[in-house]
Structures are given as structure tokens and as C-alpha cells.
């Protein structure tokens, strides 16, 4: 389960990570909540994501081909210094009271175009750390890292918030960047697996475009997580709403249905750790159960049964990810690994601008159950409209035996099914 930790330099990014990641999730939470309360608006919240994610949508595709040209390890260092300055400044507005919802837009926007090239460059630095055997799990184990500071920072930042004030959560975020730098910083250069570099040319955003179009086995996981990214991960809006409107909680609330569902992410990170393989058919279930589960999730009469059924959506929705996201990456070649992940990064992460503001309009207009609703509807269709695709890509067909002691339903080679008929 944790084998790629063997190697130093990613024990030392590992290391950096969850501070930084801790203090991400402390802003997070914060920013929403800060913005909740001046606006009193869940669309508002929806902009605030919006804004952190539309950086991704314009430009995305252009951070992989930067990962691609430069150093991953001095680009980090770049980016990661640029965050932390981002983190400050809203602790410095917030601190001396002058804070205001455009500064936590725009801070919001400057932190999406510093992850336009951080994204791509962070996930394909990981294979240069430890080398393609370790890829899968060193994937697995980033998400196990991110969702341990998910379960830390909201806790943390609650705590801070009710106590006094969002100011020193976004202060300690600004701080927290200080990790994964000195990690970079003590890393061996000699000990990396380094790939060659895209040299400057014309047409290298086309080029990596036209990989992904020939690679069925790639499109369609990135397809299915564009799906997901856009209608399914808009819990700063939902559970925000659950906590403040539905089951009438506060920050203390909102904190508690974060940590929960990190728990369920942590755990389906592990899970994904100890698997051998990334099978897209598990992606593909796992995309289906998550987008039922909301639907069912969404009309939950009482907070005891909302909370169980938020930690299992935790562990789909990071089994989703760290699926697709190591079958991607394992079936990229080395030298287009930035720019593919990048159009990952993007697809995923670059409907939100799109998402948010829908489901936050629509969590205002007709409340957030029907908003909850109608993501995981359209979450569980897609699924089942790539898995379809994914089937006809690798020549099966869907088999259907009503017969006692077969299996009912199935996917079998075409040519199995003639000879069969």
C-alpha cells in the first residue's frame, strides 16, 4: 500500500504536501464560509468556485505544454511560492477587517491561473520521482495525502473561524506553502527519472489533442471525469446549503460533513493503493454508484442518515479519480504525459466554472435537494453512456441470460456472442 514511499525524494514531496494540502483545505472551507456569510447567497459560494477553476477552462491545455517544456521541479517551486502569496494577501485583507467578496474573487481567480501549470506539472512530476513500476500507487497515495489534510483542515479552520475569526486560516495557508518548498528544495536531482523535454515547436497543443483523440482508453475516462468534475463535485455548495438551510447547523456543521466525507476519500484512496491494476470498469461502476448514491443522498429525511451515506460518496468519488487518473496517466507515453494531463486537469476541474454557478442558482431557486439531485442523475447517465462507449471500443457487446446459474448481465467479446447465437 505505501511502496512508492521507499523512495526518498517522494517521501520528501509526500511530506510538504500535507502541510500545504492542510492548509488548502483550512482556506477552502474558510473562503466558503467567509463568503457565505457576507453574501448569504449559495450562487455566491457557486462564483467563488467558479472563479478558482475558469483559469483552467481558458488556459489549461497551455499548462501542459509548459510541464512539458521546463523543469517539473523548478515550475513547482514557481508555483508553489506563487500560492503562498495568494494565501497571504486574503490573510492580510481579512486580518485588518478590509475584506470584502471581489478579494476573495479575485485571490480566487489568481490561485486558478497559478494551477493552470502547477496541475500538470504535480501529476506527471510524480512518475519522474519514483519511476513508471510506482506510478499507480505513488497516484493513490497523493489522494490519500490530500484527503488526510481534508480531514485536519476543515476541523482546524472551524475551530479558527468560531474562535477568531477566518483571518489566521488563511494565514496559516499562506504559511503552509513553506513545506513543500524546503521539500523541493532537499530533494536529488541525481535520483530522479528524468524525460526528455519538448523542445519549443508550433503545434504542440494540437499534437497532444490528436494523442488523446486515437487513444479510446484515454478519451473516454477523461470524458466520464468532465462529467463528474461539472455535476457532481459541487459539495462547497451543497453541503454548505445542507448545513446552514436544511439541518439548520453552523461552520461547526459545514466542518463536520467535510471531515466526514474526507474520511470516505481517504479510505477509497487506500483502497485504490492496494489495488494491482486500474481497471476501467471499476472507474465505470464506481461513476454509476457515486451518481445514484447523491440521488438517494439528496433526500435524506435526518442528519443521521445524511452522514453515513456523504462518507460512502467520499469513497466512490476518490475511487473515480484515482482511477482514471492513473489509467491516463500509465497509458501516456512519458513525453506527452503534461499535456495529456492536462487536458485531464482541465476537463475535470474546468467545468466547474460551469457547474458552480448552475447548481448554486439552482440550490437558491428550488433548493438543494433537487440541485443534489439533478447532478447525481446526470453523473449516473454519463457513466453509463461511457461504459457503453468503452465496451464498443474494446469490440464487446452487453449480454443479457435470464437462466438460472448464469450471469444475467454481461459484457462479452462480439465474436463469442455470434458463435453463441
Not at 32 to 44: K, N
Amino acid at each position: 500500500m505505501f511502496s512508492s514511499l521507499k523512495v526518498r525524494n517522494y517521501r520528501l514531496f509526500a511530506s510538504g504536501a500535507v502541510v500545504s494540502n492542510t492548509g488548502t483545505w483550512m482556506a477552502r472551507i474558510t473562503q466558503d464560509w467567509l463568503v457565505l456569510s457576507i453574501t448569504g447567497s449559495s450562487a455566491a459560494v457557486g462564483i467563488t468556485t467558479a472563479m478558482q477553476f475558469l483559469p483552467m477552462l481558458l488556459f489549461g491545455l497551455y499548462g501542459g505544454v509548459i510541464a512539458d517544456r521546463f523543469s517539473k521541479r523548478k515550475l513547482l517551486f514557481c508555483t508553489q511560492g506563487a500560492m503562498s502569496i495568494g494565501g497571504l494577501f486574503l490573510a492580510a485583507m481579512t486580518l485588518t477587517g478590509n475584506v470584502q467578496v471581489w478579494h476573495v474573487y479575485v485571490t480566487a481567480f489568481f490561485t486558478g491561473l497559478v494551477t493552470v501549470i502547477d496541475n500538470p506539472t504535480r501529476q506527471s512530476f510524480v512518475s519522474e520521482m519514483v519511476g513508471p513500476d510506482q506510478v499507480r500507487n505513488a497516484v493513490s497515495l497523493n489522494s490519500a495525502n490530500f484527503q488526510s489534510a481534508r480531514l485536519i483542515g476543515p476541523a482546524v479552520a472551524s475551530g479558527l473561524t468560531a474562535a477568531v475569526g477566518p483571518g489566521w486560516a488563511f494565514l496559516a495557508n499562506g504559511l503552509s506553502f513553506l513545506a513543500p518548498l524546503t521539500g523541493l528544495l532537499l530533494m536529488r536531482s541525481s535520483e530522479l527519472h528524468h524525460t526528455q523535454r519538448t523542445p519549443r515547436g508550433k503545434g504542440q497543443l494540437r499534437q497532444g489533442l490528436d494523442y488523446v483523440s486515437k487513444h479510446p482508453d484515454l478519451i473516454w475516462p477523461i470524458v466520464l471525469v468532465g462529467f463528474v468534475g461539472t455535476f457532481g463535485f459541487n459539495f462547497p455548495i451543497w453541503l454548505s446549503a445542507f448545513a446552514d438551510d436544511t439541518f439548520h447547523g453552523g461552520v461547526g456543521m459545514y466542518g463536520l460533513f467535510n471531515t466526514l466525507m474526507a474520511i470516505g476519500s481517504l479510505v477509497g484512496a487506500l483502497l485504490a493503493a492496494r489495488r494491482g491494476t486500474s481497471r476501467l470498469r471499476i472507474l465505470v461502476g464506481a461513476a454509476i454508484a457515486f451518481g445514484a448514491l447523491q440521488v438517494i443522498t439528496a433526500w435524506s429525511p435526518s442528519i443521521w442518515m445524511f452522514v453515513p451515506l456523504i462518507t460512502v460518496i467520499g469513497i466512490l468519488g476518490l475511487t473515480v479519480n484515482v482511477t482514471a487518473n492513473s489509467s491516463v496517466q500509465m497509458g501516456t507515453e512519458p513525453e506527452m504525459r503534461g499535456r495529456v494531463m492536462s487536458l485531464f486537469m482541465m476537463v475535470f476541474t474546468g467545468g466547474t466554472p460551469l457547474g458552480g454557478p448552475l447548481f448554486g442558482w439552482l440550490t437558491d431557486s428550488y433548493g438543494v435537494r433537487v440541485s443534489f439531485t439533478l447532478g447525481g442523475l446526470i453523473c449516473t447517465l454519463a457513466a453509463m453512456g461511457v461504459g457503453l462507449m468503452l465496451a464498443r471500443a474494446a469490440n464487446l457487446r452487453l449480454e443479457v441470460d435470464l437462466r438460472r446459474g448464469r450471469r444475467h448481465v454481461g459484457f462479452v467479446p462480439r465474436e463469442q456472442l455470434a458463435t453463441a447465437a
